[in-house]
Structures are given as structure tokens and as C-alpha cells.
């Protein structure tokens, strides 16, 4: 287990943040008050899984790379170290399972989160569950993120946030799979500003995940093939973006 000499900069936390609204779970140590984060991707995403690691790399372990899990050879995960920065992460997503659970996977979400609904959290929010909310020939600007394992009142709070915090309009929608699971939508009309923001932070991995760049001379907005590619992952490579990124 990590002990409490290591600093948790504003970019880590974000970063997990995002992670944690996907699909990454907590193994938790209550008695000891320490956490493990635990994910898993496609292989085909393992450029961003390697990036994840180089952002968290004092709390992953060192002689541990990205591996592929038991359940299928399609599938990388990368699981952090133990520590108590980590289960500090609890503070924003109560448990739904029994508080003595050791694998928190079904996480809620707690309005004390709203802050933290930033540029760098969202890409990593996008890049774990998130793509286009239209595939029909129109290809819609409108970006959907499958909070699916949220209640709807949950779901809200991240709308809000991401209007309050970024200006993107985003909706609450029923799922198509179930009446009684809820999906975000974000407003086409707010894809120009979403791609200007979080796209920077974006892994360039998925940006095949994102709507196409709007055309040149389009009267719905500005981002255009040449603004889209000068955006999308622009902010990764900037020196020192873990130690000194603030939100």
C-alpha cells in the first residue's frame, strides 16, 4: 500500500474523477482507509491506458505494465496501487453496494462532484463511455455518455454541471434499452464549444468516438476539419500539464 508522501495534483484528480464516471471500480480497504482503482478497455485503447499510467505513475506499480485480463484477450486493464488519495475519491460516488464491500462497482453520485465537472475530467469521462448520440447519414453533433448505472436525479447533476461549469447544454434521456436506465445527451449546438474545451484532452485514440467536424461556411457552427484536428488532443503533450494543470 501507497503511503501519504506523494501530492495529488488538480490533473490526477480529474483524471480519475472522469475515469470513476465510466466504467472503473474501487477496491477498497475500509479498516485501513485505502483504495484501488481498477479499469479495463478495449486493446485497441491501450495508447490511452499507457497515458493514464504516465499521468498516475507514482501510484501504479513500476514493475506492472497494462496486461490483458483473464476474461478475454480483447480486453487491457490496469489496476493502481492502494492509498489513501484514492479513497478519498469515495467522498464523490457513495457505494450502492453493502459499505463493507470490498469491489465497489455500482457507484452513485454525490453533488459535492459538481466542481470537479471540468475540461480534463470530462475527456477522460468521453474517452471511457462516451461517442456519438447520432450514427444516421445527417451524423448529428450531439455526443451521448452512457451513465446508464446512475439514477436520473444523478444523471442531473452532471448535466448541470457541465452547463454551469463549461457551458455545454446537455439533457437527460431515457435509454433506449430500458425506460428505467438514463443516458446524457449533449445539444449539437453545443459540439463547437465541447470540442474547443474537452477536445484538447481528449486521447487521440478516440477520436474516431467524436462527430464529425462540422463543414466550411456551416451555419450551425464553427468547427471546421482544420479548427477540429488544431483541438482534438492539442493539450497532452504540453509540458508539465500534470504537476501544474488547474481547472
Request: with cysteine; net charge positive; glycine share 6%.
Amino acid at each position: 500500500m501507497l503511503s501519504n508522501n506523494y501530492a495529488f495534483s488538480d490533473y490526477p484528480i480529474s483524471l480519475c474523477i472522469g475515469l470513476l464516471l465510466s466504467d472503473t471500480s474501487f477496491d477498497v480497504n475500509f479498516n485501513n482507509k485505502a483504495a484501488r482503482l481498477k479499469t479495463q478497455q478495449k486493446t485497441g485503447h491501450n495508447e490511452w491506458l499507457v497515458n493514464v499510467k504516465k499521468c498516475l505513475l507514482e501510484f501504479t506499480a513500476s514493475d506492472k505494465g497494462i496486461g490483458q485480463t483473464a476474461e478475454s484477450r480483447n480486453m487491457i486493464e490496469l489496476d493502481t496501487l492502494k492509498c489513501p488519495y484514492f479513497f478519498n475519491l469515495l467522498q464523490y460516488f457513495p457505494s450502492k453496494d453493502s459499505i463493507n464491500s470490498r469491489n465497489i462497482g455500482a457507484k452513485g453520485i454525490k453533488p459535492s462532484i459538481k466542481p470537479w465537472i471540468n475540461p480534463v475530467t470530462v475527456a477522460n469521462w468521453f474517452c471511457g463511455d462516451g461517442g456519438k448520440a447520432d450514427f444516421t447519414r445527417n451524423q448529428g453533433k450531439g455526443i451521448t455518455f452512457n451513465t446508464q448505472g446512475f439514477k436520473k436525479e444523478e444523471c442531473q447533476i452532471l448535466c448541470d454541471a457541465l452547463y454551469e461549469n463549461l457551458g455545454i447544454e446537455a439533457l437527460v434521456k431515457k435509454d433506449s434499452s430500458s425506460p428505467k436506465l438514463y443516458r446524457i445527451d449533449t445539444a449539437g449546438a453545443s459540439y463547437d464549444r465541447f470540442i474547443e474545451i474537452v477536445g484538447p484532452y481528449i486521447d487521440p485514440c478516440f477520436k474516431s468516438k467524436l462527430p464529425t467536424p462540422r463543414l466550411a461556411r456551416s451555419r450551425w457552427g464553427y468547427m471546421t476539419s482544420e479548427l477540429f484536428e488544431a483541438c482534438v488532443s492539442s493539450k497532452l503533450t504540453t509540458p508539465g500539464i500534470v504537476e501544474n494543470w488547474k481547472p
